[in-house]
């Protein structure tokens, strides 16, 4: 699953960035690596764009470049 199907409120780990550079520089430099948990806060009615929180930061993501990260849906609680 890709992070751009997920829904508001939906968490996931990321399994692997398929992005090539230097957008793939510029996913890492932000906190976006293998393994890091992932939430999304809200999104666009058209999904172009997503709010997410990684690393107790909010980063906004084109859908573009949400589609080149692919997570694994978690079920935590917190």
Known sequence: ???NELSIGDKAKIKKIYAKEPLKSKLLSMGITRGERVKVLKH???KNTFDIE????NIAL???EAAQIEVEVTDETN
């Open 44 to 46: 666009t009615l058209a």
């Open 54 to 57: 990684v690393a107790n930061a």
């Open 1 to 3: 699953m890709r992070l």
């Open 62 to 64: 084109r859908e573009e």
